[in-house]
T-cell receptor, first 115, second 114 residues
Framework: GAGVSQTPSNKVTEKGKYVELRCDPI?????LYWYRQSLGQGPEFLIY????????DSGLPNDRFFAVRPEGSVSTLKIQRTERGDSAVYLC?????????????FGEGSRLTVL | AQSVTQLGSHVSVSEGALVLLRCNYS??????LFWYVQYPNQGLQLLLK??????LVKGINGFEAEFKKSETSFHLTKPSAHMSDAAEYFC????????????FGSGTRLQVQP
């Protein structure tokens, strides 16, 4: 596709369940980022991939959160034992070669609601 | 460490009036600075960026921002607001040290009154 694609657009789950959120970046973009945006807040950095490897995962809040990008393209954000506080919009972005002067292209986000 | 402060979570202007959205940053190294816009039900879109070249940066849709190191500011302006400018605007900073992440402000929602 032409832009960053995220699925699902909306996910409602129960406390304690496991969820996966998928991001399909722009073709050819080597850098991929996950952010989390809570209501009334700006996006908060979670993790950055350069190719297949996580170059910076310092934003992951705890070990319930994990992300992979096995082939250097599609990425999956995985959340175990979800809690109500995990409810937020999860944003994915990609860029041609990583930040610096490059532009990040964002998807529309996956809205997660934990009941 | 770096941070961004956006003064005013909501700004309302009349159509045709000046738009001024404030952003102050904190960074221990020369920063890269960005403004992003988020229209309803759309992804964040880059408006403009400062990367240590000209201090006055022009972006899309008639917006511009001026980097003022002495004031640690990067305010966003547009001379004449249009109804289509109604959106949420985010200022962001990167420290350029190789930690490849943006730190965003909490956003300012711009309303444009007819």
């Amino acid at each position: 596709g032409a832009g960053v694609s995220q699925t699902p657009s909306n996910k409602v789950t129960e406390k304690g369940k496991y969820v996966e959120l998928r991001c399909d970046p722009i073709s050819g973009h080597t850098a991929l980022y996950w952010y989390r945006q809570s209501l009334g807040q700006g996006p908060e950095f979670l993790i950055y991939f350069q190719g297949t490897g996580a170059a910076d995962d310092s934003g992951l809040p705890n070990d319930r959160f994990f992300a992979v990008r096995p082939e250097g393209s599609v990425s999956t954000l995985k959340i175990q034992r979800t809690e109500r506080g995990d409810s937020a919009v999860y944003l994915c972005a990609s860029s041609f070669s990583g930040l610096g002067t490059g532009e990040l292209f964002f998807g529309e986000g996956s809205r997660l609601t934990v009941l | 460490a770096q941070s961004v402060t956006q003064l005013g979570s909501h700004v309302s202007v009349s159509e045709g009036a000046l738009v001024l959205l404030r952003c102050n940053y904190s960074s221990s190294v020369p920063p890269y600075l960005f403004w992003y816009v988020q229209y309803p039900n759309q992804g964040l879109q880059l408006l403009l960026k400062y990367t240590s070249a000209a201090t006055l940066v022009k972006g899309i849709n008639g917006f511009e921002a001026e980097f003022k190191k002495s004031e640690t500011s990067f305010h966003l302006t547009k001379p004449s607001a249009h109804m289509s400018d109604a959106a949420e605007y985010f200022c962001a900073v990167s420290d350029g040290t190789g930690r490849r992440a943006l730190t965003f402000g909490s956003g300012t929602r711009l309303q444009v009154q007819p």
